[in-house]
């Protein structure tokens, strides 16, 4: 059972040029949640989606950071132009509604993508 | 608004001891509150929740968190640590109510030591 699936793992590119992280959710999931892990602030919600439209973006943190969900299999997140504070790991995760809504269903988390800005 | 404390930044404790990371809420509203261990370079996982019913709820790898209404309290505790549970653990609450998002404590590290 494939779980949400994140790449690339690793990215590492200089100031100014853009970043493209990737992620596919599990299948049948209709939530997808963009987080960022810093050691300064720790997890933070970038954006989340609920069948492919974005519901609450309001933890993005600049115009830079733009996040698409162009079907239910896949979502990307970008940064144009990146920066040094940029650098984070960056986490994907997905959970599925039920009858009465997915606050109590658990999101079930990718692996990250580690993204240095130098 | 809702949100969510761990006072400890780190807990120790050794193997065969119990263990016990603390957490404390805040919602204006009833709660959804979860538990997640993050081992290094994984993302978080999933080890239990409280929705309603027992206060007392079980999750995975022998753990279990205690929900305390009186105290807006969700510590997870085990009562025999693993040198293997070291690891960051995030506690997480959200409203009962649509459109909420879920927030996350700042995280917990567990070092068990033999």
């Known amino acids: 059972d494939a779980g949400v699936i994140q790449s690339p793992r690793h990215e590492v590119t200089e100031m100014g040029q853009e970043v493209t992280l990737r992620c596919k959710p599990i299948?049948?999931?209709?939530?997808l949640f963009w987080y960022r892990q810093t050691m300064m602030r720790g997890l933070e919600l970038l954006i989340y989606f609920n069948n492919n439209v974005p519901i609450d973006d309001s933890g993005m943190p600049e115009d830079r950071f733009s996040a698409k969900m162009p079907n239910a299999s896949f979502s990307t997140l970008k940064i144009q132009p990146s920066e040094p504070r940029d650098s984070a790991v960056y986490f994907c995760?997905?959970?599925?509604?039920?009858?009465?809504?997915?606050?109590?269903?658990?999101?079930?988390f990718g692996d990250g993508t580690r993204l240095s800005i130098l | 608004a809702q949100s969510v404390a761990q006072p400890e930044d780190q807990v120790n404790v050794a193997e065969g001891n119990p263990l016990t990371v603390k957490c404390t809420y805040s919602?204006?509203?009833?709660?959804?509150l979860f538990w997640y261990v993050q081992y290094p370079n994984r993302g978080l996982q999933f080890l239990l929740k409280y929705i309603t019913g027992d206060n007392l709820v079980k999750g995975s790898y022998g753990f279990e968190a205690e929900f305390n209404k009186s105290q807006t309290s969700f510590h997870l505790k085990k009562p025999s640590a693993l040198v293997s549970d070291s690891a960051l653990y995030f506690c997480a609450v959200r409203e009962n109510q649509a459109g909420t998002a879920l927030i996350f404590g700042k995280g917990t590290t567990l070092s068990v030591s033999s």
């Open positions: 299948s049948g999931h209709d939530y």
């Open positions: 919602v204006s509203g009833n709660p959804y």
């Open positions: 995760a997905s959970s599925e509604s039920v009858r009465r809504g997915y606050s109590n269903q658990p999101q079930h």
